[in-house]
């Protein structure tokens, strides 16, 4: 004959399983609460004139461990280096938080974006304009 009682244990088991509060969170709907040192997607800066703070020095670029990293510096009307093109290439990120630290200006921070699928790996070339669109204004460095 066969023994019942390991049956009964599980049965018990999902019955007490089953009128308990569940832990599943409705994704779209509730979004998780990240603490602060949470590494999403790049960001870069503006000071309070709306302008980027990127001077293209080009350290990030350097400093990346994947290259991801692509800048192009122009001078402006005014005589004053600034970023011609800034280009991040999502699909070799490894989120290190490398190019945060290299940047003596503060331009470049990891903010709290993490939903960041695409079909299509185009998507996950952000160029300025898209990684300036989550952009906080900078209390700091005004320029």
Do not use: H
């Not at 509060?21 to 997607?41: L, Q, V």
């Not at 703070?53 to 009307?77: F, Y």
């Not at 695409?118 to 300036?132: G, H, P, V, W």
């Amino acid at each position: 004959m066969y023994k019942l009682r390991p049956l009964l244990d599980g049965l018990m088991l999902t019955l007490k399983r089953f009128f308990s509060k569940p832990i599943t969170m409705r994704y779209p709907e509730e979004k998780w609460d990240f603490p602060d040192r949470f590494r999403g997607r790049m960001v870069l800066l503006k000071n309070s004139a709306g302008a980027t703070l990127c001077v293209a020095c080009g350290l990030c670029e350097k400093i990346c461990p994947c290259s991801c990293i692509s800048v192009s510096p122009e001078t402006g009307s005014d005589g004053k280096r600034k970023m011609a093109r800034y280009q991040l290439d999502l699909t070799r990120c490894c989120f290190c938080g490398l190019c945060v630290e290299a940047c003596p200006v503060g331009a470049i921070c990891l903010g709290t974006g993490y939903e960041m699928a695409s079909a299509d790996k185009k998507d996950l070339m952000l160029a300025e304009s898209i990684l300036l669109e989550g952009s906080v204004q900078s209390e700091g460095n005004d320029g």
